[in-house]
C-alpha cells in the first residue's frame, strides 16, 4: 500500500517520511489531522503501517539501494528517490530502534555465573546411579536488581540449554 504515497506532493514527501522514520524509533508520528485532506483513515493507517514496515525491513535486511529501488518500482521516480534518501539517511538511526526493540524483549542480563560438576554416585532408591550433574549459579540482573538463580541440569538438559543459547547467540550475531 505504498502507492498512497504518491497522494502526496513530492514536495512534501521528504517531511512526511522523516515523520515516519521518527515513529518507527519511538518518537512522535506524523499525525492525520496533519494529512487528513490527503488520505481517508483507512488509508492513513495502511500507508502508515507499509512504510513503517518497509524501514524496518530494508534496514535489517540490509537491502542494497537496487534491492530498495526494485522494491518501489510501483511508485514514480520523485517519491522512490524521497523514500531512498531518508532510509540512507536514517538508517542507522532506524537499525539503533530496531535493537533497543529487540532488547527490549527481556529486561534481564546476565551478570555472572559459576558451575559445577558433581557425580552422583548413589540414590535412596538406586544403589549404583554414576550420574554426572552440572550445578550452574547465575546472577541474572532484573530492572537493576540482581537475582541469584540455581540450576542443576543432567547431560540432556545441559545440552538443550547449550543449543538454546547457541541459537540465541546466532540472532544475536544477525542483528549486528
Known amino acids: 500500500m505504498i ?3 504518491e497522494k502526496l506532493p513530492p514536495t512534501d514527501c521528504p517531511k ?11 518518537r512522535d508520528p506524523p499525525r492525520l489531522r496533519d494529512y487528513g485532506n490527503t488520505w481517508t483513515l483507512t488509508e492513513w493507517m495502511e500507508l502508515l503501517d507499509s512504510l513503517s514496515a518497509f524501514f524496518r525491513l530494508a534496514v535489517g535486511k540490509k537491502c542494497s539501494d537496487e534491492e530498495v529501488q526494485e522494491s518501489l518500482v510501483d511508485l ?6 524521497s523514500i531512498l534518501t531518508c532510509l540512507k539517511g ?3 538511526e532506524i537499525r539503533q530502534a530496531l535493537v533497543e ?3 527490549a524483549v527481556s529486561s534481564s542480563q546476565l551478570q555472572d555465573f559459576d558451575w559445577q560438576i558433581k557425580l552422583a554416585l548413589s540414590s535412596d532408591k538406586i544403589s549404583s546411579l554414576q550420574m ?3 550445578s550452574l549459579n547465575l ?5 537493576g536488581v540482581v537475582k541469584p538463580v540455581s540450576l542443576e541440569l543432567n547431560r540432556e538438559e545441559l545440552q538443550t540449554l547449550i543449543n538454546s543459547l547457541e541459537a540465541a547467540n546466532k ?4 542483528l549486528k
Open 3 to 5: 502507492k498512497l504515497l
Open 16 to 26: 512526511f517520511l522523516h515523520r515516519v522514520v521518527d515513529g518507527v524509533c519511538g
Open 76 to 81: 514514480s521516480g520523485e517519491h522512490r528517490t
Open 90 to 92: 536514517r538508517g542507522e
Open 101 to 103: 526493540r529487540t532488547n
Open 132 to 134: 554426572a550433574l552440572l
Open 139 to 143: 546472577d541474572v540482573k532484573q530492572n
Open 171 to 174: 540472532v544475536v550475531l544477525q
